[in-house]
C-alpha cells in the first residue's frame, strides 16, 4: 500500500478535503440557525422557543465537530502513525494524538 | 409591589427583551464566528484550529442560552408565581418549571 | 393559598425532599455504575465498552441534576418569590434566581 | 522500529493499561464523591451544593474518559494503522476510527 494517507490532490492538504463540500453546507446551514435566532431575539419571541433553536444549533456544531475528529483521527494521526513506523520516531504519531485530545477535551467542556 | 415583573414597556413582553441589545450583538459576534469557520474550512486551514474556533463558538452560545435561562426564571417564572398566589391555582407556576426544566434538560445534552 | 412552597413537614426544608427516596435510589444505582466501570478496568475490558459505560453514567447524572434543577426552581426559587412579593424587596428572588444560574452554567460546562 | 504498540507485557491488552493504577484511583474517589453526594440528600443539604459536587463528578468523569480517549487513539487505532499499513487493507484502521468517533460522540451528547 502506497499510503493510508496519500491526499488525492497536491493542494488537498487536510483530512476533512474530501468532505469539505459537506462540511461548507452544513456551516451555511448553521449560519442562517444563528441568524433565525437574532430573528426571534428582534420579534421578541418566546424564550423557550429560542432556546430550543440554540439547542439544534449546539447539536448541528457536534456534527462538524465530530466530522473534523474523525478526519483528523484518519488522516492526520493515522499519517503521523505511518511517518513515525517510518523514522522510527514514535513522538512523531504521540504529539499529534496528545493534539487531538487537548482539542476533544475543550470540545466536552 | 407592583410587580416583580412588570416590564417597562407594554410592547416588551418577554424576559430578556432589557437585555436584547446585548443577546443581539452576542448573537451578530456569534454568526460572525460561524461565518469565520465556514472560510477556514475553504483555505483549507489545519483541523485542530477549526475546532478550536467551534469551542469558542459553543462557549459563546452557552453564555446566550445562560441569559435566556436566567431571564425566563427571572420573569416568566416569577411572574408565573406571582399569578398562581394570587389565583391559587399552582399549576400556572408549575407549567413554566416543567417547561424551564425541559429547555435546560435540551441545552445540557 | 396558603403557599406554594409550604413544607409537608416541619423537617423537610428542601425542595427535593420529597423526591428523596428516588433521588437515593439514582445515587446508589449510579455509585454502582461507578463500581462496575473499575472493575471493567481490572478486568482489562475493551476501552470503548469501558467509554460507553461513563456515557451512561453521564447521562444518569444529568437526570439527577435536572431533578435538582427543577426542584430548586419549584421550591426555593418560587418560594424566594412570594418572600419578595410579600416584603416589597425583590432581591430576595433576584439572588435565587443568580444561583440557579450560576449552578446551570457550571451542569454546562 | 519493533512496534509503536507493542504492550509491555503479554498481559496488558489495552491501551489504558500502563495507566491502570491512575484509572483506578481516579474512578476510587469518583465513587467516594457519588457516595458523599448520596449523603448530603440523606442529610437534607442545600440544592445548590449538591449540584455543585454533581458538577465536579462530571468534570472527575470527564478527564477519565479523556485518558481513555488518549490510549484508545495511541494504542487501538495507531496499532490497527500499523496493521492496515502491514497488510495493505485500510478497513482495520477505518474501523477503530469509526469506533473511536462513535465513542466521542456519545461522549458529547
Keep these: 500500500m502506497d499510503s493510508l494517507t496519500k491526499p488525492t490532490q497536491?493542494?488537498?492538504?487536510?483530512?476533512?478535503?474530501?468532505?469539505?463540500?459537506a462540511l461548507r453546507k452544513r456551516l451555511?446551514?448553521?449560519?442562517g440557525q444563528v441568524r433565525g435566532v437574532a430573528r426571534m431575539v428582534d420579534?421578541?419571541?418566546?424564550c423557550i422557543d429560542?432556546?430550543?433553536q440554540i439547542s439544534a444549533i449546539n447539536a448541528a456544531?457536534?456534527?462538524v465537530s465530530l466530522q473534523l475528529v474523525e478526519d483528523h483521527i484518519?488522516?492526520?494521526v493515522v499519517g503521523a502513525?505511518?511517518?513515525s513506523i517510518q523514522s522510527g520516531d514514535a513522538s512523531i504519531v504521540q504529539d499529534k494524538i496528545s493534539e487531538a485530545t487537548a482539542a476533544i477535551s475543550r470540545l466536552l467542556r
Design 28 to 31: 451555511n446551514r448553521i449560519e
Design 74 to 76: 484518519g488522516h492526520c
Design 10 to 21: 497536491p493542494t488537498a492538504p487536510h483530512g476533512y478535503t474530501p468532505e469539505k463540500e
Design 50 to 52: 429560542i432556546l430550543t
Design 61 to 63: 456544531l457536534h456534527k
Design 81 to 83: 502513525a505511518e511517518e
Design 43 to 46: 420579534e421578541d419571541k418566546y
